[in-house]
């Protein structure tokens, strides 16, 4: 997907700077092309501005970036879209405002689902363009900092149960992203230890004591 637009200015380097932040691009990025180049004139009279042709070709983040924005307006949703480019090809796209909330759903399912969309948007291949890979998370008002905190609550206090009363403990059905979570902060806990069973949607974590692990 390209993205082309035809700017005029004083000077090629001036009209190069406006095209790059009608854009949102950095100069770098841009392919430009000159139409014309700029006349002085003779006091003033037959002077000319510089014309030029940018274009940018959009790489799978600005691909993700604009589904969201367009999923965003169709819904007609008053929130704000902010994007961070993160270290590892990893962009983060975060919604805020307005209602924005209604796209968390029920322990941030409709969240994962526009994350997964995001993610198909800005790595389906198109022929003849050739893309790296791209990796997005999708956030609405600060979610997932809420959710890993709560997780990571969880971990600690499902871990203790198992070390007072010697017994496993499973926990409901998570995505691998929260899974992932609990993961991390219970092996941080000395005699418990966890294990993912299930297929699918349907995996589950199970914390259990450790005698591999001193308490």
Request: glycine share 6%; charged share 30%.
């Amino acid at each position: 997907m390209k993205k082309e637009i035809v700017m005029t200015a004083k000077t090629v380097e001036e009209a190069t700077e406006l095209a790059a932040r009608e854009l949102g691009v950095s100069v770098e990025k841009l392919e430009v092309t000159v139409l014309e180049e700029p006349k002085k004139g003779i006091l003033g009279i037959g002077a000319k501005e510089a014309k030029i042709s940018a274009v940018y070709t959009c790489g799978g983040a600005d691909v993700a970036v604009d589904f969201v924005r367009k999923l965003v307006a169709d819904m007609n949703l008053e929130a704000e879209i902010t994007v961070t480019e993160l270290e590892e090809d990893e962009t983060r796209i975060a919604i805020e405002g307005g209602n924005a909330s209604v796209l968390i759903g029920h322990h941030g399912e409709t969240l994962d689902a526009l994350q997964y969309l995001a993610n198909l948007a800005a790595n389906k291949k198109v022929e003849g363009v050739k893309r790296e890979y791209a990796r997005i998370t999708v956030d609405v008002e600060g979610y997932r900092a809420k959710r890993e905190e709560t997780l990571r609550a969880l971990a600690r206090r499902m871990a203790e149960r198992v070390i007072k009363y010697k017994k496993s403990v499973m926990l409901e059905p998570m995505n691998p992203y929260e899974r992932r979570i609990i993961h991390s902060e219970v092996q941080k806990i000395e005699g418990v230890s966890t294990n993912s069973i299930g297929s699918d949607n349907n995996r589950k974590v199970v914390m259990y004591l450790d005698s591999s692990k001193n308490v």
